[in-house]
């Protein structure tokens, strides 16, 4: 630690900006699509304004390549001056190594406390009471997104709600349609079990098993239920062959699927092909079974730099990452929801007011970062994408699921 | 170098004898039937990315990717090099280009000269333990990098070069040394012991025999080692983008940047082009030093 | 190899030890210190980052009771075995093509060797689009009215890996007709006529002569493929990120993945830890032929 701390201070000697009260912050983060960086944009104009310079370091592949590269750089004695992370345990030991910028004083200056709503936002970034990272938006993973034109096709009403997708499916097929797309990618097979968990299994008992951690009804048969739901529902996935999740999006999209299980993301492409909600296709949150979203989405850590006029200004960043306007247009762009009560998005699409409404009544859940731990969550990531890609037993599926997430300490 | 081949002038590459006489024998058929396939084999996908990269999206979402274009366009070459988004960053492949030199050649010159220091003294100057130290150096060649990669981390903190140009020189040092002293040793095994000897007579020591006899003698093996670094640490990526900061990212970070940006289309004909274009520096290496690698191949490898 | 005269003198000797100062220190402090270190920390429960909290055998209790595991060494085998045979037999027969004296060699040689220029991932990415069932062959195929037509690797679980093979193959049989080249062009050209003489057929003169002549060229390849084979993950990550399904995970991916992204160390370690030991299985005979086998020669 001494000698990290040596380094440290060398680094930021060579690193010194030339000017006296405007510094260059570098920020890594993994938004790399037209909407994405679109969004980031919006937090680099914002910063900029006041006298200080943003410097981008976009890395590209998501989170699961950018994230070892931002640890091995913070680990490594040579932090970047702002890193995006997403809401949970993915920075936690970094801050309990005391890498990470302390921003209670931002925080409590600005009353953070009394807008960021819902305040669950804030407890993944606080640790022995103090606050360490700035939740930015809210992103929830539990949508189905159906293809009207899909749906015209095969002459069946478009499905309001899970139950009704999966009867419908039949009929898809025989008009040549995909049911369900699905991507190749682990945590896409995750995602979808997620939001089957909620769907099939009911808010209570996600509960129950995901945040009280009640083992015995995870091995129960009502969350028996779900996994045999899912063992159906690969069934309509088995044609789905693409990749990436804006792959399987693409095919909804261009009506050769039915539907799709994707976050709230996914409104993005539908944007960006010309799509307008309610007429090409249809969003139902929570899978049109039960109305609420989980909190999942991204925040921003900062670590410790020893040049005090880098530390003042991550502070501002901080600060101006959560100011109204700030929000308005980040979430605008990104699609996603902001993660204050208090301010109006007027702009927004269909399916985003549908979230709004959501989260003003309340109806959310933590999402699944936030309760498990990263080590967990690949695992069942594994497990998950074994499950919808092979033949595994739902029986065989469930006792592997509970083994994984008994072991979490 | 006409040393080398008058010692072994069996190492030189290209048919022996005389010219095959122009006969369409049974034996010619199947022999150049049989490469000729092969050839095409090989040369298909670099055909397909080039065709690719001409094409307008529209066409190549038609289907056929054997097709020629039918309407040739160089906007993808344009976007790939110039104007292709990462994150804020708008200029494509361009940036990372001169970082990509700026890392190779350093890393290229301190791995060889390194390597080629460590051959000689494993060489010729087979001192007690040696041969422990390579049989480690070549368990090295075995080791996943990402194993490494944490090790590396704080090998780079305790150094004081993390994030810094140097260390990433450093690193494509360590990680090249197996292979390449590997190389350096076989080659100057193969040269006469009597040029060593004889040297040693006349009162030179390490350095001198190095310098005056043995470089002189080594410019196929030089080009070899040349070959597999400028290819190796060029298409390098996972160090490149975990020891380094965005202003030093590579040309492979940006084409990685590209082709896995999530975007609503996947635009394959930029991709092709980009992929084209970082692939071209090692490719136009490979053109030009055809001959002399297989030379020194031969030298390098033959003889252990 | 020949028996080097040993200088005895120290000043030589230290003037050479000194030259070999960065050999060691890569061997001792980055390798075997780096293996250490890792071996070390894989019995401890690190998470993210690493902590001396000793957990005895737990992370490799954990790593062979996952399945995503031992399908990872499963695959490494099919690939590393017909990886190893596929190289060798097709290195070998075209570098024994080329060698027959024919015309535009520096042509054909440039051909097949221009794709070790390439990167994997640049390799991933071009197979993944040929092998792509709507846009590839498969696709084209079908087109010339031969519907029933199938041929999809990279969405087959039980054949994804020969699809990964086919790409690894273009990639690196190259390099390996080179060595295999040089090494019959190191070949003296007085065994030819004697076996000429003595009537023995081409193929047999290849399988019972030349072959045998060439060891120290097949160890150096077996080498340097071995060495490719352990590491293989930039082709899988770029050509099918491991799918459909997990049917074409790898060691070493299980070890990135399980480090970084799953921030378990420790288990990340163990599995890097069980590679490092199958690679010492192979090279401890490769070192005994190497420096043990020599001194009775």
């Given amino acids: 630690m001494k000698a990290c701390k040596t380094i440290l201070a060398g680094a930021s000697v060579l690193a010194l900006s030339v000017s006296v009260n405007a510094a260059e912050l570098e920020v890594t983060h993994w938004w790399t699509s037209g909407g994405e960086a679109a969004a980031v944009a919006e937090f680099a104009k914002a910063f900029d304004a006041t006298g200080n310079k943003w410097i981008d370091g976009a890395i590209a592949g998501g989170g699961g390549t950018a994230r070892p590269i931002m640890i091995s750089r913070i680990t490594g004695g040579d932090p970047m001056a702002a890193t995006q992370f997403n809401h949970g345990q993915q920075a936690r030991e970094l801050v309990e190594a005391g890498l990470m910028q302390d921003l209670t004083e931002v925080a409590e200056r600005d009353g953070w406390k009394d807008f960021i709503y819902p305040s669950n936002l804030l407890d993944s970034c606080i640790l022995d009471g103090r606050i360490y990272c700035v939740p930015v938006n809210i992103h929830s993973p539990e949508w189905l997104w159906l293809s009207n034109a899909a749906y015209e096709k095969a002459g069946v009403p478009v499905p309001t709600n899970w139950d009704e997708f999966v009867a419908s499916a039949p009929k898809l097929e025989a008009a040549g349609i995909i049911p369900l797309a699905l991507g190749n990618q682990p945590w896409q097979s995750n995602l979808a079990f997620g939001a089957l968990q909620t769907a099939i299994g009911g808010l209570d008992l996600w509960k129950k098993v995901n945040v009280e951690k009640d083992m015995e009804a995870a091995a129960g048969p009502e969350f028996a239920k779900v996994f045999e739901a899912a063992a159906n529902a690969r069934k309509l996935a088995e044609k789905s062959t693409v990749q990436d999740w804006n792959q399987a999006t693409n095919l909804v999209i261009t009506g050769q699927a039915g539907g799709q299980i994707m976050g709230d993301w996914a409104q993005g492409e539908f944007a960006v092909a010309g799509k307008v909600a309610g007429e090409d296709y249809t969003c139902l949150p929570g899978m049109g079974v039960n109305e609420y979203i989980s909190t999942g989405g991204d925040a921003f850590y900062f670590p410790k730099l020893d040049d005090p006029e880098k530390t003042a200004a991550q502070l501002e960043l901080a600060s101006l990452m959560v100011s109204k306007q700030v929000q308005v247009a980040f979430n605008l762009k990104k699609g996603s929801l902001p993660i204050r009560g208090d301010i109006d998005l007027a702009a927004a699409n269909d399916c985003m007011k549908k979230g709004l409404e959501i989260l003003a009544g309340g109806n959310i859940i933590p999402a699944g970062d936030q309760v498990w731990s990263p080590d967990v969550v690949k695992q069942t990531e594994d497990l998950m994408v074994e499950f919808w890609k092979t033949d595994m037993s739902a029986e065989d599926a469930q006792k592997r699921w509970v083994e994984i997430h008994e072991n979490d300490g | ?304 | 190899m020949t028996t080097r005269g040993r200088p005895n003198r120290l000043f030589y000797n230290l003037s050479a030890k000194i030259a070999a100062l960065p050999m060691m220190f890569t061997a001792l402090v980055v390798f075997l210190g780096g293996t250490v270190w890792t071996v070390v920390y894989s019995f401890t429960n690190s998470k993210l980052l690493p902590r001396e909290n000793f957990v005895g055998l737990d992370q490799y209790e954990r790593l062979w009771s996952t399945s995503r595991w031992i399908i990872s060494i499963e695959n490494l085998m099919i690939y590393g075995v017909f990886s190893l045979i596929f190289s060798l037999v097709i290195g070998f027969s075209l570098a024994a093509l080329l060698d027959q004296k024919i015309r535009y060699e520096d042509t054909f040689r440039t051909i097949l060797l221009y794709p070790f220029a390439l990167s994997f991932i640049v390799t991933g990415l071009v197979w993944q689009w040929i092998l792509n069932p709507q846009f590839g062959i498969q696709g084209i195929v079908r087109g010339w009215g031969w519907e029933s037509f199938t041929f999809d690797p990279l969405y087959n679980p039980d054949i994804v890996m020969f699809g990964l093979l086919i790409a690894g193959l273009w990639q690196g049989t190259g390099f390996i007709m080179c060595l295999m080249l040089a090494g019959l062009r190191g070949i003296d050209e007085d065994i030819w006529k004697a076996a000429r003489v003595d009537g023995i057929p081409m193929w047999k003169t290849y399988l019972l002569i030349i072959i045998p002549m060439m060891r120290p060229v097949f160890i150096t390849t077996l080498v340097i493929i071995a060495a490719g084979i352990v590491k293989l993950y930039d082709l899988v990550v770029a050509q099918t990120s491991g799918g459909p399904g997990n049917a074409s995970e790898v060691p070493a991916k299980y070890v990135y993945d399980y480090m970084f992204q799953a921030q378990n160390l420790g288990q990340g370690f163990a599995a890097s830890t069980m590679m490092l030991l199958t690679v010492l299985i192979v090279l401890i005979p490769w070192a005994y032929l190497e420096f043990g086998g020599k001194k009775h020669d």
């Fill in chain 2, 1 to 304: 170098m006409t040393d080398a081949a008058i010692v072994s002038p069996r190492l030189e590459p290209g048919p022996r004898g005389q010219k095959p006489r122009r006969k369409l024998s049974r034996r010619n058929i199947f022999l150049y039937g049989t490469l000729i396939v092969v050839a095409v084999y090989y040369l298909l996908p670099l055909y397909v990315m080039v065709v690719t990269s001409l094409k307008g999206m529209p066409e190549i979402r038609l289907g056929n990717i054997f097709a020629p274009p039918v309407e040739i366009t160089f906007e993808p070459w344009v976007k790939a090099w110039a104007t292709a988004c990462t994150g804020l960053n708008c200029d494509g492949l361009s940036r990372g280009f001169w970082n990509s030199v700026q890392i190779t050649v350093p890393s290229v010159m301190v791995s060889i000269a390194i390597a080629s220091i460590n051959g000689y003294a494993l060489a010729n100057w087979r001192f007690k333990g040696a041969d422990v130290f390579f049989t480690i150096l070549i368990f090295g060649a075995f080791i996943p990098y990402q194993v490494m990669l944490y090790p590396i981390v704080i090998l780079l903190r305790e150094m004081g070069l993390y994030g810094s140009l140097w260390g990433l020189v450093v690193v494509h040092t360590i990680f090249g040394m197996p292979i390449l002293t590997l190389l350096f040793r076989n080659y100057f095994t193969s040269l006469p012991e009597e040029l060593f000897k004889a040297a040693r007579v006349d009162g030179a020591g390490f350095w001198g025999i190095f310098f005056k006899i043995m470089l002189p003698m080594s410019l196929p093996i030089f080009v070899v080692a040349i070959i597999l670094q400028v290819t190796g640490i060029w298409n390098d990526f996972l160090f490149g983008v975990v020891y380094t900061k965005p202003d030093i990212y590579p040309m492979t970070v940006q084409l990685n940047n590209i082709v896995n940006s999530v975007q609503g289309v996947k635009e394959y004909n930029v991709n092709m082009a980009a992929t084209i274009l970082t692939g071209l520096v090692p490719l136009i290496v490979y053109f030009i030093s055809g001959k002399l690698f297989v030379r020194g191949i031969a030298a390098g490898a033959v003889k252990g």
